[in-house]
């Protein structure tokens, strides 16, 4: 493949380009970009008002990704749909399908792996691989959609990776997904999940886009967050926090921080206060969320309790809080466990 175009990462300029460089004319170029991502068509084939001779010089010149469904986990309780996807290389990743009565939305990998080392996070326990591209990040939106025949209406890029690890990819996906000449999902039905890589936060605060940020904060203090997440090494938790003030004046959007409650680590009064404290006067929204143990391990969840508590206290001190809904309890591993155990699995066969 690598001699060949990627033709579903391109944006409309770029698919001109190319489509003049194997001798056609420019306006044919919105008719294959609106087949890829408008009708998202899996092969050249399906291009039915485009020549024969066309559609082989498309074949010739690039390629269509096109993500292979590997397995598929459905909960019995509230319909969500883990997915194991084959990439043309052979990695394997996973994407979860979530439906509400607000529409359906889809959490996305970003890469293959992970390198940031999270102490409570299975994405990262074999490090990081590739970066996805564009149409890998696309595709697993495409593929669901088509799975279930209903539309997509929000995206989290919340599954494995780190997505300001591989930003200019993120940008484009970004550009490609809520274009109107394709799947044209709303900026503000986007929300980009990191665990606090400032510089790339602060270049997306400088794009102005709608979309949501949502920083993964899990910790009131830089030396808590630091035992749980190796990135505090290089951003302060200040730092980081002054970067989503930055985002909030630039975008005028609600900063979202993810806090995993993990039971006897940082989920006391103390945490609560000290949370308050850190966010005072920003808008935001807290979203709490039971850590999901794993057993690489040996993290617990705090009890029901706890949480009550912890909540309790930030909502006394004005802040909006939410606890995080488990979906698909029954099917439910935490985040990258189902490719670990695939992958795991596959190795022992080897
Ligand atoms: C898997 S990360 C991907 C996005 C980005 N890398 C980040 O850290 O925000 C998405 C969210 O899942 C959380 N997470 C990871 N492992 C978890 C676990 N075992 N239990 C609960 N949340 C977890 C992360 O902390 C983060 O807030
Ligand atoms: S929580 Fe996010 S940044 Fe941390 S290891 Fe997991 S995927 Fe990577």
């Known amino acids: 493949m690598s001699d060949k175009a990627d033709l579903k990462s391109m944006n409309l300029a770029e698919m001109t380009e190319f489509i003049v460089s194997i001798g ?8 294959v970009y609106q087949w890829i991502h408008e009708k998202q068509a899996d092969s050249f ?16 010149a690039g390629y ?18 883990k997915y194991l996807f084959q990439l043309e290389d052979g990695n394997v990743i996973e994407s979860v399908l979530m439906r509400y009565k607000h529409g359906n939305s889809v959490c996305i990998s970003s890469q293959v792996g992970c390198r940031m080392g999270c102490r409570f996070c299975a994405s990262t326990l074999d490090g990081l691989v590739r970066g996805l591209r564009p149409a890998e990040m696309l595709d697993q939106i495409y593929q669901i959609g088509k799975d279930i025949g ?11 990776g780190e997505p300001m690890d591989n930003f200019d990819n993120l940008l484009r996906f970004i550009e490609l997904l809520t274009d109107e000449n394709g799947l044209h999902i709303s900026q503000r039905n986007l929300t980009v999940s990191t665990c606090g ?3 790339r936060m ?16 899990h910790a009131s203090n830089q030396e808590k967050r630091l035992s749980l997440m190796p990135v505090a090494n290089k951003y302060d938790i200040h730092e980081v926090v002054d970067a989503c003030r930055y985002y909030f004046d630039q975008t005028g959007r609600r900063v979202t921080f993810e806090y995993s409650l993990v039971g006897g680590v940082n989920d006391t009064d103390q945490d609560a206060e000290e949370l308050c404290r850190l966010v005072k006067g920003m ?32 909502e006394k001190n004005g802040l909006a809080v939410t ?22 699995s596959h190795k022992s066969e080897e």
């Open 24 to 31: 056609e004319k420019p306006f044919r170029a919105k008719q």
């Open 45 to 60: 084939d399906e291009m039915t008002n485009i020549s024969k001779k066309l559609r082989e010089s498309l074949a010739d």
């Open 64 to 81: 269509l990704t096109t993500l292979k469904k590997e397995e598929v986990q459905i909960s019995k309780l509230d319909g969500t749909r």
């Open 150 to 160: 209903e539309r997509i209406s929000n995206v989290v890029v919340m599954g494995t």
């Open 197 to 199: 890589i400032v510089p």
């Open 202 to 217: 602060r270049e997306l605060a400088d794009k102005k886009l709608q979309i949501t940020l949502a920083l993964s904060l």
């Open 283 to 314: 808008n935001c929204h807290i979203n709490l969320i039971p850590v999901n143990p794993i057993k690489e391990r040996d993290y617990v969840q705090s009890n029901a309790k706890v949480i009550a508590a912890f909540k309790n206290k930030l």
């Open 323 to 344: 606890v995080r809904r488990e979906m698909g309890r029954d099917i439910d591993g935490a985040c990258g466990q189902l490719r670990k155990s695939y992958v795991d």
